[in-house]
Every structure is written in C-alpha cells, then in structure tokens.
C-alpha cells in the first residue's frame, strides 16, 4: 500500500471548518483513500473513502485532487467532540492480495478544536 | 447492531497466564480481524479472518492464537502472556477483504501484563 504523509497536529476554532491534508504522492490506480479517526484511545471510527471523485457524507468531505496524489478531509462545522487523532489511509481495492484486507495507520493528525 | 463488541474492556494478567479476548459481531461480516495498539503508535495486524474456518496471520502473529469457528465470533488467545504484550487490542470487522469493505472497529481492551 502507498505511504502517506500527514500534519502532527492543528488546530482549529469551534465552529469553523477543519481542513486537513494529506499526501499520497505514490498511490496507485486501484488504491483508495481512507479516513478514519480514533477519539482518545477509542476504537478507530470510520469517516470516510474514495476514489477518484470527492465525496461527501453526513460527517465530512473528501477532496481529491486530480492527480490523485493527494487530498483534504473537510469538517465542515468542527465541534469539541471532533478533538481526535485523524487517519489518512491508503489502501488496495482488491481482495486479498499482498495487503490481506489490512488497514495501515500511520501517525496521523491531532486535530484540536478550541471553544 | 451492537456492531462490533468485545470484552473484556480491561484485563490484568501476570506474565505465563493465558486469556482469551472476545470479538463478536451482528453484522454477518465475513472478514475479521485483530490489532494492537501501543502507546503512541498506529495499529499493527495481528491475525484475521476472510470467514468461518479460515483464519492467517497478519504482521505481529507471535505469542496469539485465532479461531474462527462462526461467522460471528473472532477470539484471540494469548498462550503465554508476556509484558511485550501488554497493550490495547481492536478488533475490527467487514463484508470482505476488498478495499472498498470498510471495516468498523470495536471499543477495545486495554490489556496489562505484569
């Protein structure tokens, strides 16, 4: 699976959106992007994929950029409960194979938001 | 749904006891699977599941044993535990092994080996 490369931290004021970046300058045609957040040492919550296009759920967006090299994940109104460490995982789209179904986390990025 | 369970939520072994962690879940996932998490670090695959009767190992296999013996439940044993292995533990399930199978996470325990 591709590596990424993500912010250690940023921060963000209640209310505004939280925009944070992620780069995947490696990843290949059937790879896709993964976001997922992990809330003080719970289990990882799933937010969001894609592929090529953008995407957009009830908890957030996903922008890619054309070149599929990298991508934002957009909290469009952060509260205090957004407060979490963020994933950007790259992953196969096939079964199987060499990545067995694996998701692999990286760092990540602290996002805080502040009242 | 409940979705994705396990218990115990905390577990204090002293080291060379055994334990068996619990994962179940009602989503008839056919894909399972175990990590850890230690302090600050990402999740590391312990073993998984692509359904019942069929398990492998991921990439930190030694010292656990898996059994897949319904679709539902995944257990994880430690045969021997160790203060390497103290750690939290995730697991994690989804329709398949494909990466467009999101795979949803259950809350965790937090294990200490002494």
């Known amino acids: 699976d591709a590596k990424t490369t993500q912010p250690t931290s940023m921060d963000c004021a209640e209310g505004r959106a939280a925009n944070l970046p992620c780069n995947h300058s490696?990843?290949?045609?059937?790879?896709?992007v993964y976001w997922y957040r992990q809330i003080h040492s719970q289990g990882p919550q799933y937010i969001i994929h894609?592929?090529?296009n953008n995407e957009t759920n009830e908890m957030a967006s996903l922008i890619i950029t054309e070149d599929r090299k990298s991508s934002t994940l957009i909290l469009p109104h952060a509260t205090l409960r957004d407060t979490a460490v963020y994933y950007c995982?790259?992953?196969?789209?096939?079964?199987?194979?060499?990545?067995?179904?694996?998701?692999?986390f990286g760092q990540g990025t602290i996002l805080t938001v502040h009242p | 749904n409940a979705g994705v369970t396990q218990t115990p939520k905390f577990q204090v072994l002293k080291t060379g006891q055994s334990m068996t962690l619990q994962c179940a879940q009602d989503?008839?996932?056919?894909?399972m699977s175990w990590y850890r998490q230690d302090p600050g670090m990402g999740l590391r695959l312990i073993h998984y599941?692509?359904?019942?009767?069929?398990?492998d190992q991921g990439e930190v296999p030694n010292g656990y044993n898996v059994s897949r013996s319904t679709t539902e439940d995944f257990p994880l044993r430690l045969l021997s535990a160790a203060p390497s292995q103290t750690s939290v533990y995730f697991c994690?399930?989804?329709?398949?092994?494909?990466?467009?199978?999101?795979?949803?996470f259950g809350p965790g325990t937090r294990l200490t080996v002494l």
């Open positions: 994690a399930s989804s329709l398949g092994d494909r990466g467009t199978d999101t795979q949803y």
């Open positions: 490696t990843i290949s045609g059937n790879e896709y």
């Open positions: 894609g592929l090529k």
């Open positions: 995982i790259v992953r196969d789209g096939y079964a199987g194979g060499t990545s067995y179904g694996k998701l692999t």
């Open positions: 989503m008839n996932h056919e894909y």
């Open positions: 599941s692509v359904g019942a009767g069929i398990t």
